[in-house]
């Protein structure tokens, strides 16, 4: 029988260095950026939420 992996803290997974950025701070504003949504069309983030606050999941399918 195999032990389980240890669960690391994602703060922990990589080391706080410029090499491994941890993303934007909390409050930091978001970069624009055009991805491809759920029906395969081209939706950019700035004109998708027009001023307003957005709300952003990105999901891993089952399949890659």
Same mark, same amino acid.
Do not use: H, K, N, Y
């Given at each position: 029988?195999t032990e389980p $992996?240890p669960?690391v803290?994602?703060?922990?997974r990589?080391p706080? &260095?410029?090499?491994?950025?941890s993303g ?7 970069p624009?950026? &055009?991805l491809?949504?759920?029906r395969?069309l081209?939706v950019n $983030? ?8 957005a $709300?952003?999941?990105f999901?891993?399918s089952?399949?890659w």
């Open positions: 029988m $992996l669960v803290p994602a703060a922990q990589m706080a &260095t410029e090499d491994f950025p934007p701070a909390v409050g930091d504003a978001f624009d950026f &055009t491809r949504g759920q395969g081209e $983030l700035g004109r998708a939420r027009a001023g307003r606050r $709300l952003i999941v999901q891993r089952s399949r």
